[in-house]
C-alpha cells in the first residue's frame, strides 16, 4: 500500500515537473544563447561542496565550498571559485535569519565589495520567493518562485514575466524521485540549472545551491546543536 502511494507520488511528481516548465525564453542579448550546466554533491566533510560543469562540453567552469565558522551554525558562507581563472565570489549568510523565518538579504561579494543582492521571503507555509535584486551589472529583478517541495522552479524576469532560467533536480535520473526524497547523500542527485545568460551565473548558482543547503543544514542539527541567538529584523549580514 505505501509503496503504491510512493510509486503514484513519484509519477505524479514527474508529470508535475515536465518538460514545457523547462523552457527558457531567448535573452535579450542576441549574443547569449540558452546553456545548461550541472552539479553534484561531492563527498567532503560537510557533504555540501560542488563542482559545477558545463554540459555542453563537460568542462569544469566553477567550484562551490561552504563554510560554518561556529557549531551554533551563526556563520554560515559560500565561496564561489570560478575556473580557470580563479575569480573569488563569497556569499555572505546570517543564519539566524533563515532559522527564524524572517525576509533575509544574501550579499554575493568581490574582493569585499558587494556587487550582487538577492533576498528570500519565505513565505511560512506557502512557496517561497527568492528576488534578485537590481544591483552590480543587473539593471532588471528576477523572481524564482520556489516549488513546494523545494527543488525546481522557473526564474522569471519581473517586469516582462519571461523565463530566464530553470531549476531542476534529479536523482537517479528521476525528477519525481528528487522531488520525493531530497536526497542529501552525495553522488545521487543531479541539479541541473537552464539559463538564456540574462542573469550572471554566479547568482543563479549561488541562488540555488543556498536555498537547499543552508536550511537544511540547519533542519538536520536541529535537534544536536544549540539555537542561533534571537535574530533582530534588520540587524544585517553577519560576517565570517
Same mark, same amino acid.
Given at each position: 500500500?505505501?509503496l503504491?502511494?510512493?510509486?503514484l507520488?513519484v509519477?505524479?511528481?514527474?508529470s508535475?515537473y515536465?518538460?514545457?516548465?523547462q523552457h527558457?525564453?531567448?535573452s535579450?542579448?542576441?549574443n547569449s544563447?540558452?546553456?545548461?550546466?550541472?552539479?553534484?554533491r561531492?563527498?567532503?566533510? +560537510?557533504?555540501k561542496d560542488? @563542482?559545477l560543469?558545463?554540459?555542453h562540453?563537460?568542462t569544469?567552469?566553477?567550484?562551490l565550498?561552504t563554510?560554518?565558522?561556529?557549531?551554533?551554525?551563526?556563520?554560515?558562507?559560500?565561496?564561489?571559485?570560478?575556473?580557470p +581563472?580563479?575569480?573569488?565570489?563569497k556569499v555572505? %549568510?546570517? +543564519?539566524?535569519? %533563515?532559522?527564524?523565518?524572517?525576509?533575509?538579504t $544574501?550579499? %554575493?561579494?568581490? @574582493? *569585499?565589495?558587494t556587487?550582487?543582492?538577492?533576498?528570500? @521571503?519565505?513565505? *511560512?507555509l506557502? !512557496?517561497?520567493?527568492?528576488h534578485?535584486?537590481?544591483?552590480?551589472n543587473? /539593471?532588471?529583478? $528576477?523572481?524564482?518562485?520556489?516549488?513546494a517541495t523545494?527543488?525546481?522552479? !522557473? =526564474?522569471?524576469?519581473?517586469?516582462?514575466?519571461?523565463?530566464? &532560467?530553470y531549476?531542476?533536480?534529479? #536523482?537517479?535520473?528521476?525528477?519525481?524521485?528528487?522531488?520525493?526524497?531530497?536526497? #542529501?547523500l552525495p553522488?545521487?542527485?543531479?541539479?541541473?540549472?537552464? #539559463?538564456?545568460g540574462? =542573469?550572471?551565473?554566479? !547568482?543563479? =548558482?549561488?541562488?540555488?545551491?543556498?536555498?537547499? @543547503?543552508?536550511?537544511r543544514?540547519?533542519l538536520?542539527? &536541529?535537534? /544536536?546543536?544549540?539555537?542561533?541567538k534571537?535574530?533582530t529584523?534588520g540587524?544585517?549580514?553577519?560576517?565570517w
Amino acid at each position: 500500500m505505501l509503496l503504491t502511494f510512493f510509486t503514484l507520488a513519484v509519477t505524479f511528481l514527474s508529470s508535475f515537473y515536465g518538460v514545457s516548465t523547462q523552457h527558457v525564453d531567448p535573452s535579450t542579448n542576441p549574443n547569449s544563447t540558452i546553456e545548461s550546466f550541472s552539479f553534484f554533491r561531492k563527498w567532503s566533510w +560537510s557533504n555540501k561542496d560542488f @563542482d559545477l560543469t558545463a554540459n555542453h562540453n563537460s568542462t569544469q567552469v566553477m567550484k562551490l565550498r561552504t563554510s560554518v565558522a561556529t557549531h551554533w551554525l551563526t556563520r554560515f558562507g559560500l565561496t564561489v571559485t570560478l575556473v580557470p +581563472s580563479q575569480e573569488q565570489f563569497k556569499v555572505k %549568510i546570517n +543564519s539566524a535569519g %533563515i532559522w527564524c523565518g524572517f525576509e533575509q538579504t $544574501y550579499k %554575493i561579494k568581490k @574582493d *569585499g565589495k558587494t556587487i550582487y543582492q538577492y533576498m528570500i @521571503d519565505p513565505r *511560512g507555509l506557502n !512557496v517561497d520567493r527568492w528576488h534578485i535584486k537590481k544591483s552590480g551589472n543587473l /539593471t532588471q529583478s $528576477y523572481t524564482w518562485k520556489r516549488h513546494a517541495t523545494g527543488l525546481a522552479g !522557473v =526564474v522569471k524576469r519581473d517586469d516582462t514575466h519571461k523565463k530566464v &532560467a530553470y531549476f531542476k533536480a534529479e #536523482t537517479f535520473g528521476s525528477t519525481g524521485l528528487a522531488a520525493a526524497l531530497h536526497s #542529501t547523500l552525495p553522488g545521487t542527485t543531479n541539479y541541473t540549472i537552464i #539559463t538564456n545568460g540574462e =542573469v550572471p551565473l554566479v !547568482v543563479l =548558482v549561488s541562488v540555488y545551491e543556498g536555498h537547499f @543547503d543552508l536550511p537544511r543544514y540547519l533542519l538536520e542539527h &536541529a535537534g /544536536t546543536l544549540a539555537l542561533p541567538k534571537p535574530f533582530t529584523p534588520g540587524q544585517g549580514i553577519m560576517t565570517w
